[in-house]
Every structure is written in C-alpha cells, then in structure tokens.
C-alpha cells in the first residue's frame, strides 16, 4: 500500500499527457482557426502577414444553409459516413487527385464551420468532399439516390434508397421535379400512369450533395500546390 500514491501519480500523469496530447494540443491548432480568402499569407505561427480582404470578398469554407443544412442531418441518418469520407489528400498519399475527387487537400480549416465533421471510416464509395463539383446535375444525384444502379449501367454496390421518394398516380400534367429513368431500364420505370416524385427528404438530401464543393483556395491549400 505504501506505493499506492506513487502508482496514483503515474496514472494522473498519463491521463494529463495524454490529455494534453491529443485534446489541448488539437484545441491550439484548430479552435481559432478563422475563415479567410486565398489572399492572406501566414506566418509559422499562424499569424496574418498579408492581405486584406476587399469589401462584400466572401470567405471561405462557407457552412451549408437551409435546404443543405437539413440535408446534412439526412446524410447523417442514413449513415453515409460509414461508406463515403469527406476528405481529399495530399499527393503521395493515395490516388485521390488521379480519381479527381479534388485538386488541393483538405486541411483543419476546410472543416471548422460544421458543427460535425463528417471525414468517414471507410472509402466503399468515392469520396464526397468535392461532388458538388463533380456532378452538379440534381436529377443524377435523385437518380442515384433512387437506385444507384441506374446510374452505374448496373455495377453499383449501393443499397436504393427508394423509401425517400413517392411513387404517384399523374395529375393533371406531370409533376416538374418527377424522375425520368431511361427507357433502358425499364425494371426501374414506374407503373403506366405513374410518377416517382422526390420527397422534401431527398430534396434536402440532393442539395447537401451539391453544397460539397472545394472550389476556393486558402492560404494553407492552393490548387497550384
């Protein structure tokens, strides 16, 4: 027992330096990064040395509102992060800019506006940070969602996600926003009469998608480097 304070001493001071290590040391780096524009430069310590942005010059990373903003907690819901990852990096260090899913590395900024970083476990899927880029067309983002093996002639591994959109009889004249399958797929096609709608779920889901986009640079991270 006479060790007993000893052996409480070490373990004190293991949790400290891990808390230390992996919370505070985190903390300095990341909790006062601010957004900015490609225009300001940096010191080693983090500190402006240049650049002023110009009156009504937006800054970046912007966080998703309204319709975006719920689709987020949709993609949330639906476990998304679990088969796709929201982060491109650097060459060297896997094939992300030969597959173009980005043309500059994320970095801590690119992510301090949301609430909840979605960076993912596992890449089953491509990697999302940049889709909104990549594929700006709502009705193949609504095609996808419906059952992905429309859009991948049949190879995708995707489950459907089918339950986030209405299969109604048509009114008076088609509804704007109904999906058009292709005729080449006619297992997919809706019954003569029929239409598949988006519900307001997949509508926010789609505009979440296309909000994922790295289109602006940071003093950090420029599409030259």
């Known amino acids: 027992m006479k060790n007993l304070p000893l052996l409480f001493c070490g373990i004190f001071f293991c949790l400290a330096f891990s808390w230390m290590g992996l919370i505070l040391s985190s903390h ?7 957004p900015m524009t ?3 430069a940096q010191d080693d310590e983090g500190r402006l040395m240049k650049g002023v942005p110009e009156e009504g010059e937006p800054l970046y ?3 998703p509102v309204g319709l975006a903003a719920q689709g987020k907690l949709e993609y ?3 476990g998304c992060m679990y088969c796709h990852s929201q982060q491109v990096r650097r060459k060297g260090y896997g094939a992300d800019f030969e597959r173009n899913w980005g043309n500059r590395q994320t970095v801590p900024r690119d992510y301090i506006l949301q609430d909840r970083v979605l960076l993912g476990t596992l890449r089953t899927g491509p990697d999302l940070m940049t889709v909104g880029n990549r594929l700006s067309s709502a009705d193949w983002h609504h095609l996808h969602l419906y059952n992905p093996k429309i859009t991948s002639d049949g190879k995708s591994i995707m489950p459907p996600y089918a339950f986030l959109y209405e299969v109604r009889k048509i009114g008076d004249k ?5 999906l058009k399958v292709p005729a080449t ?4 096609q ?4 029929y239409e598949i709608v988006p519900t307001e779920r997949a509508e926010s889901l789609v505009a979440y998608l296309l909000s994922l986009k790295l289109d602006y640079e940071l003093p950090e991270s ?3 480097e």
């Open 61 to 63: 990373p912007q966080a």
């Open 76 to 78: 949330i819901s639906h």
């Open 222 to 224: 420029k599409f030259s």
């Open 38 to 40: 490609a225009n300001y």
């Open 185 to 188: 797929f006619p297992e997919y």
């Open 28 to 34: 300095l780096q990341y909790g006062d990064l601010q």
């Open 190 to 193: 809706p019954p003569a009469g």
């Open 174 to 178: 088609p509804a704007p926003n109904a």
